[in-house]
């Protein structure tokens, strides 16, 4: 079992930054693929981004690419998300995600361990 804890939610202004970080613990943190996904009022859970085991390969949402960076440090047992040039339209709950295969899917019910999800406000 895995326990996911995300911190580093919060209000910032449109084009601001924020750094979300995912605290893994419970079993092998390194074991599977590990990204986010979000959700904003109203709306259905969406993909932001995935990140692989060795970090080396990611993937991104359209709506995110350029602005986002993935990234994870097995050492520490965490996940990164930098959010730069955010915008109103990235306002959601940004929930971490980790799985036990190495394949980086899109689809948030092929991702094993959620956490509880941190609020992310972007004002205009």
């Known amino acids: 079992q895995v326990q996911l804890v995300e911190s580093g939610g919060g209000l910032v202004q449109a084009g601001g930054s924020l750094r979300l970080s995912c605290a893994a613990s419970?079993?092998?943190?390194?074991?599977?693929?590990m990204g986010w996904f979000r959700q904003a009022p109203g709306k259905e859970r969406e993909f932001v981004a995935v990140?692989?085991?060795?970090?080396?390969?990611?993937r991104y949402a359209d709506s995110v690419k350029g602005r986002f960076t993935i990234s994870r440090d097995n050492a520490k047992n965490t996940v990164y998300l930098q959010m730069n040039s955010l915008k109103p339209e990235d306002t959601a709950v940004y929930f971490c995600?980790?799985?036990?295969?190495?394949?980086?899917?899109?689809?948030?019910?092929?991702?094993?361990?959620w956490g509880q999800g941190t609020q992310v406000t972007v004002s205009t």
């Open positions: 995600v980790a799985r036990d295969g190495p394949t980086l899917y899109v689809t948030p019910t092929e991702y094993d361990y």
């Open positions: 419970g079993r092998t943190f390194s074991s599977g693929a």
């Open positions: 990140v692989s085991r060795s970090g080396g390969s990611t």
